[in-house]
């Protein structure tokens, strides 16, 4: 099984995170920051992955110290459960509606971490969470996993539509493109 547990402590943050890719879709998150935790266990449902997150942050001075340090373990999680990458499809691009909301998330799952995000926001916060933050999120994951991922809000008027539309297809595209299809590293150069 692709399983992988990260424990990562600093001063701003205590967190735990278990990871197995080829789960159910169980999710058990705690991360003191309402919203986070139903777009994680959205992104656990929806990529069909086993995923537990447990984060003790300084969130009293703002929530962007725990969902920045939650990215970065996650990636470091699915990056270390994927082990050589060998035989998993790579590539994958999902387009997920939300009621008026479209997102279209694509990866590469390549050991070259880019991210494209274009997504505007028109609020500053939902419930104790920053809309900036989402970026901060996704650029650890990025960084850490070693991913490349474009997230394209094509439209949207709700801003918990939109972000919702964004996680469920991240979720979709990580299942996708981690799934096993072969006996090969999907490169011409034999390494990812």
Not at 13 to 24: A, H
């Amino acid at each position: 099984m692709r399983t992988w547990k990260v424990e990562r402590n600093t001063l701003e943050t205590q967190i735990l995170v278990e990871l197995n890719i080829d789960g159910s879709g169980k999710a058990e998150i705690d991360t003191g920051i309402g919203f986070l935790d139903h777009m994680l266990t959205l992104m656990s449902f929806h990529g069909k992955f086993d995923l537990k997150v447990i984060c003790k942050g300084d969130t009293y001075v703002d929530d962007h110290h725990s969902v920045e340090d939650i990215g970065i373990a996650i990636g470091e999680a699915f990056k270390n459960a994927l082990g050589d990458k060998k035989g998993v499809r790579r590539y994958s691009n999902i387009y997920i509606p939300m009621d008026e909301s479209l997102s279209m998330v694509a990866i590469d799952i390549s050991n070259r971490p880019y991210l494209v995000f274009n997504a505007k926001f028109d609020t500053q916060m939902i419930g104790s969470m920053s809309t900036q933050c989402f970026k901060e999120f996704f650029r650890a994951f990025v960084n850490e996993s070693r991913v490349t991922l474009h997230i394209n809000l094509l439209y949207g008027e709700n801003d918990h539509h939109k972000i919702e539309s964004i996680f469920k297809a991240f979720a979709r595209a990580l299942k996708e493109g981690s799934e096993i299809v072969s006996n090969e590293i999907a490169s011409s150069k034999g390494v990812l």
